[in-house]
């Protein structure tokens, strides 16, 4: 590995470690490479756990699905090389390492590559640039014939004929192209003089790169061949219009563009059936616990397993292994989960339920079947905590209200007590001196009676 990489490997290896310190879950990254033609390219994954296992698939493209075909890698069927040695894995404890020795045009690409842990899992796709070697054009000619030759390259390049006006005469010229070395090619590109074409000088551009335009270019004048053109021109010289044929290759990546849209939302749905998790919706008050089972539908070997929240504020639950024997939890979660394990079944209890613990938790896995990595999802289970405080303070909210009120009424009911008591003694007193008086006055009007009654004793003589 060249001093390059190695430096590239240990910042890499920086960045995993200080960005990952406090996640109890396994995090990897791979880098991309880029390597010369016939040089030994490594490609470096780094994780901020202990690596157990890889596999590596070689695709033609990382956006393309179902094109990475080929198993190079797979440690789970004890396989660490291939192609006689040419293509070895190194693994070194969290630090996982795919050398390829004397790189090809064909070895360049994707690799997707699917790194297990026993604290968790991850699947990507990595690309390798192969820089193939650019040589100048070779220019010839031969009566009103002028051919141009690239010997060597990536089939991807193209050739270009222009005049010394700038005017594109590559819709004039035919290319051949032959097999070179290696998966290279070897590109020749005649162009015919006739009577329209009189310039005194012809060149010829291989555009090595059609995003960048990286190119070469040779020119040959009616006399001898000069090359006026800078090795590595960051843009041609004359601006290379689009061919007809161009803009049928467009509608036609458009058309698999859509294509592959399709065929990604019907995949997605078929993987959505892999794990049935149960139930659908939950709602519950804090404090309470619940459960959610996940089923492995399909055949096959269970890896291991997330339970991930995802929507509000997205994160990892809990990670498990197939055998159980080791359980990853989130410290949010820590003392408040339980699990039981059942082959293909994961049963999950969480307990002591929060408000922030309201969300989507998807389980999402990977199984083996027959040694090949396949990823697992599930539609997953909506939980929705309701808040026990505002409904306590609602209700707490009225008892003082309710505590005066009675507290009135008491004092009312006290008061009239009070005021009927009063009343009720001075209408008593009242009485009792009103029977004393009229007792007074009758015993007044008695004597006057009797006093009026007695005559004079000498009167009847």
Not at 144 to 149: A, D, F, P, V
Not at 153 to 167: A, E, K, L, N, S
Not at 181 to 188: A, P, Q, R, Y
Not at 412 to 431: R, T, V, W
Request: hydrophobic content about 35%; proline content about 3%; overall charge neutral.
């Amino acid at each position: 590995m060249g001093s390059l990489q190695k430096t590239a490997v240990c910042l890499l290896f920086l960045s995993i470690s200080s960005s990952a310190t406090d996640s109890p879950f396994a995090t990897f990254n791979c880098s991309a490479v880029k390597t010369e033609y016939n040089e030994t390219a490594v490609i470096s994954c780094i994780c901020n756990k202990k690596i157990t296992n890889m596999v590596v698939k070689r695709c033609e493209n990382c956006n393309k699905r179902n094109s990475c075909l080929e198993t190079i890698i797979n440690t789970w069927a004890g396989n660490y090389s291939s192609e006689k040695g040419r293509i070895q894995l190194v693994l070194q404890n969290n630090v996982s390492e795919l050398h390829i020795q004397e790189v090809k045009a064909p070895d360049q690409g994707g690799y997707q590559w699917y790194l297990y842990s026993d604290d968790g899992e991850l699947g990507g796709c990595t690309i390798l640039e192969i820089t193939a070697p650019e040589i100048e054009p070779n220019v010839t000619r031969n009566g009103t014939k002028l051919t141009c030759l690239s010997p060597i390259g990536h089939r991807q390049r193209q050739i270009h004929w222009f005049d010394d006006h700038g005017t594109n005469l590559t819709g004039s010229a035919s290319l051949v192209s032959e097999e070179a070395e290696g998966g290279l090619t070897s590109l020749t590109s005649t162009l015919h003089e006739t009577p329209t074409l009189t310039a005194s000088e012809y060149c010829c551009t291989v555009l090595y790169d059609v995003h960048t335009k990286r190119n070469k270019t040779k020119c040959l004048s009616a006399h001898k061949a000069v090359t006026d053109y800078p090795r590595f021109t960051p843009t041609p010289a004359p601006e290379i219009p689009k061919t007809k044929k161009e803009h049928v290759a467009t509608i036609l990546v458009l058309v698999v563009l859509v294509l592959c849209c399709s065929a990604a939302v019907l995949y997605y749905r078929h993987r959505q059936r892999d794990v049935t998790q149960e139930p659908a919706i939950l709602m519950v008050n804090e404090g309470e616990s619940v459960n959610i089972t996940c089923s492995v539908t399909t055949k096959g070997m269970l890896v291991g397993m997330y339970l991930k929240k995802e929507v509000v504020n997205a994160t990892e639950v809990l990670y498990i292994t197939n055998n159980g024997s080791t359980l990853t939890v989130n410290f949010h979660y820590k003392d408040r989960i339980e699990i039981s394990l059942l082959k293909t079944e994961v049963r999950i209890t969480l307990h002591r339920l929060q408000k922030n613990d309201t969300g989507l938790y998807v389980c999402r896995g990977s199984i083996l079947e027959n040694y090949e990595p396949n990823c697992v999802s599930s539609q997953g289970t909506i939980l929705v905590v309701k808040e026990m405080e505002q409904a306590k303070c609602h209700v707490a909210s009225w008892v003082p209200y309710v505590l005066s009120f009675m507290a009135l009424i008491s004092v009312s009911a006290l008061g009239y007590l009070i005021l009927s008591h009063i009343d009720i003694k001075k209408h008593c007193q009242e009485g009792k001196e009103k029977q004393a008086n009229t007792v007074y006055e009758d015993m007044s009007y008695t004597l006057r009676l009797n006093t009026l009654a007695t005559g004079n004793p000498y009167n009847n003589c």
